[in-house]
């Protein structure tokens, strides 16, 4: 079998910005000859429906539907989205091997029902345990947005488990997820966030031997993060008499949870060492971290964090961050172990402060663990390896689909 034809129907609109979907599918799984048909709603619901071609990337656009991810918009954006008819079209018009659904529940019942009606394998890929940040975004604010999602979880996740098990290929982001739904689904293929070319192309600067260390954290800025656990691991850094700053980057949540961290930080004296600042683009942030020492990933391990991707380490380690984590983390764990990228500890203020002390003391210890890092993620985490690997995966599995009698 040479050159396969995928059709993606993702939960996100075109022009795509999903890094996975660009670099793996867009950019490096079409690499070969492999052809992708994109079944996509634009950004404007005043668009006509159009066919764009991209190389071996074919794009159906349909106006947009609207947003928002109720049970009752979800069930006009499938009414709706089948109306248009892009994705009937595509299979009707062209040979397709399979069919891959990305994240939202719309895509995967669509995904369902056009692999039974057109005899094709599928495929479902799902990036994080919505439901479960859902309920505990409620837990942390109860208002009646909070609840109304938290409300909506159950069915959501009643339908994301149906989906994983019908489904004839499951793509968890990460190993730890993989474990997760095994009893669900146990014919995976792993798809974790790699590094883009943004990190890899843009130059590198070694890090000066400096007492004033500096610290990064790049994520959300959200209450189910509990960055008031980042405060805390400072304050002990500089009660030890050590002189670091920590820089934190993300998009927040809510307005009240910003003021809230910064005025622990005001009550603690430590608006000289800690600052919160706006998401930065994804380009940008290859650059900034040239600026920055150490990079800091501590998550709480709840049951959606325990099993998610961990992108940020994966990114620090590519710009020769050494990082200090929390092994709770089953993804995050793995990564520091089997690079020596980084200190691990437990999700705990006097753990992690030991193990950040150890790394703001020891420049050497810094440079070393930086550069083992690189080496492993510039060879373990890259697209164009993991397209390679799937293309073969996806190749065995058509195979073993169609000599099975499935199909017929």
Not at 17 to 44: A, G, M, P, Q
Not at 106 to 112: P, V, W
Not at 147 to 154: G, M, P, R, T
Request: with cysteine; proline share 3%; aromatic share 12%.
């Amino acid at each position: 079998m040479t050159g396969l034809n995928l059709l993606i129907i993702p939960k996100e609109e075109y022009p795509l910005k999903r890094v996975r979907l660009t670099k793996l599918f867009l950019e490096e799984y079409t690499k070969k000859d492999n052809i992708i048909y994109w079944s996509l709603l634009s950004h404007s619901r005043n668009q006509n429906q159009e066919r764009i071609s991209d190389g071996n990337n074919i794009f159906q656009i349909s106006p947009s539907l609207g947003s928002g991810t109720s049970l009752k918009n979800l069930l006009i954006r499938y009414y709706k989205f089948k109306k248009y008819k892009s994705i009937k079209n595509i299979l009707t018009e062209n040979k397709v091997d399979l069919i891959v659904s990305n994240d939202g529940i719309i895509e995967g019942f669509l995904g369902l029902h056009y692999a039974k009606k057109f005899h094709i394998p599928f495929a479902f890929y799902l990036s994080s345990l919505f439901f479960d940040f859902d309920r505990r975004a409620y837990k942390k604010t109860k208002n009646i947005k909070n609840f109304y999602k938290f409300i909506e979880s159950y069915p959501k996740e009643i339908l994301l488990n149906f989906i994983i098990k019908k489904a004839y290929i499951f793509h968890p982001i990460s190993n730890g997820m993989g474990y997760y739904f095994r009893e669900k689904n146990k014919n995976i293929f792993t798809l974790p966030l790699c590094i883009g070319t943004e990190f890899t192309n843009t130059k590198i600067k070694r890090k000066k031997h400096n007492e004033h260390v500096k610290i990064l954290y790049i994520g959300a800025i959200g209450e189910i993060r509990e960055l008031e656990i980042y405060i805390e691991i400072i304050k002990r850094i500089i009660e030890m008499g050590l002189t670091c700053q920590l820089d934190m980057y993300g998009k927040p949540t809510n307005n009240r949870y910003v003021k809230k961290l910064k005025s622990i930080i005001r009550s603690y004296e430590l608006e000289d060492y800690i600052n919160i600042y706006d998401e930065l683009p994804y380009n940008k942030i290859p650059e900034l971290m040239n600026d920055y020492d150490i990079g800091l990933s501590i998550i709480p391990s709840t049951k959606g964090y325990s099993i998610s991707s961990p992108t940020k380490i994966v990114e620090y380690l590519s710009r020769s961050l050494p990082v200090v984590a929390n092994r709770e983390i089953f993804d995050q764990k793995t990564v520091i172990e089997q690079s020596g990228g980084g200190l691990l500890a437990d999700y705990d203020v006097s753990d992690i402060t030991l193990k950040l002390k150890k790394l703001i003391k020891n420049y050497e210890i810094r440079i070393n663990m930086g550069e083992k890092g690189k080496k492993w993620v510039e060879f373990n985490r890259n697209y164009k390896w993991l397209a390679m690997e799937l293309d073969r995966f996806y190749i065995h599995e058509i195979e073993k689909y169609r000599s099975s009698g499935v199909s017929k």
